[in-house]
């Protein structure tokens, strides 16, 4: 394999991507970076600092300085100005909030750079909306994951109950169809599979079979 190699996964919420990411990361040894937790951890930070989210100026001035770090070890931890938000991160509340500021320019461009930072510290692969289109056009391979919209919030909602929260199916997938059509209809580096994006659609597949296709297609790079 590729040395280098670069790895982008877009996809709408619940198609799988990060948990993929994730185990072909560790298959590979090589870096996953979450680009998702990063506008979370933006919308977070509004909310705490009670900036309305509606404030594209506000929000944009404060994302220039706030400083987001994301663990490269197992735990995978999310900093935001030195605090721990990984939890945080996730409440029902920040998945609500994180598409409006998902969509303000100022913040993409500060995110996309701090992104296209951490690509160049080695073999990475990077997932969210945008990283075949946007972040990473060079990418060695680019993989556009899918799913039906049932079994997406489905997989959303067991997430989140594993996680302790209580929240009913019905409202994760409406939280989740609101989200799509937000990012999916948003003027900027809207959620649209790259030209040479390779589409699956992981509906009735396992996390396995799925890991095993992206580690053969990695094969294909030869070492670089
Ligand atoms: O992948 P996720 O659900 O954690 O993403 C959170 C939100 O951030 C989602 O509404 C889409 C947005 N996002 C984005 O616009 N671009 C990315 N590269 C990653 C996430």
Redesign the pocket.
Known sequence: MKKQIKVAIDGP?GAG?STIAKAVAKRLGIFYVD???M??AIALKSLRSNIPIDQEEEVGQMVQKTEIILEHSEARRVFCDGEEVTEAIRSPEVSRA??KI?AYPVVRDRLVQLQRQEAERGAVIMD????GTI?LPEADLKIFLTASPEERAHRRWLELCNSGREVSLIEVQQDMEK?DRQ?SEREVSPLVPANDALILDTTGLSIQEIVEQIIALTLVFKEG
């Not at 969210?128 to 990283?131: A, Y």
């Open positions: 919420a991507k680009t998702g937790a506008y979370r994180v598409s998902a969210g909306r945008d990283i972040v989200r990012d």
